[in-house]
């Protein structure tokens, strides 16, 4: 029987051209992230990477790809995080419009909005003339409050 590292291995497909470094799993998936069997029960890939090359994760532990590549199981990508620390590093919405996280149009009053979540709370930056504007500010407020936030602190 061929080991659990083996048979990791088998389904990662590193590019060394790709620029990102990252590692792409290319077997099964669950919908967002890649899966690999031990015995009948289906584990995330990247949380088997982690364990194989950095360690146990603790419970409650949620492991957060810096890269924001939910498809990467590098190791280098990967960090323990909270849930709350995982949250801060998302990207946009599927739903966003503006092209800035955090910022929506606001038809009534033509402006557009920032917001920011925190503490399970969404809470209100301003209202601005420009979807710029509004980025800007969401950033700048997310950089007060996220210490998990990869893209605002590559960018700032």
């Known amino acids: 029987m061929r080991s659990l590292k083996r048979r990791f291995y088998e389904k990662v497909r590193v590019t060394p051209s790709d620029p990102a470094g990252c590692w792409e799993w290319v077997a099964s998936f669950n919908g967002r992230y890649g899966q690999i069997g031990v015995g009948a029960v289906p584990l995330l890939a990247h949380r088997v990477s982690y364990e194989l090359h950095v360690g146990p994760i603790p419970d409650g532990m949620h492991i957060d ?24 590093n998302l990207g946009l919405s599927a739903k966003n419009t503006t092209g800035f996280r955090g910022v929506s149009y606001d038809k009534k009053s033509g402006k557009f909005v920032a917001k920011v979540k925190r503490g399970g709370h969404t809470h209100y930056v301003g209202s601005f003339p420009t979807a710029e504007e509004a980025g800007r500010a969401a950033t700048e407020r997310r950089l007060l409050w996220y210490s998990h936030n990869v893209e605002d602190r590559m960018t700032a």
């Open 65 to 88: 790809h810096i890269c924001r590549n939910t498809h990467c199981v590098n190791p280098d990508h990967l960090r323990l995080a909270t849930p709350a620390q995982n949250a801060q």
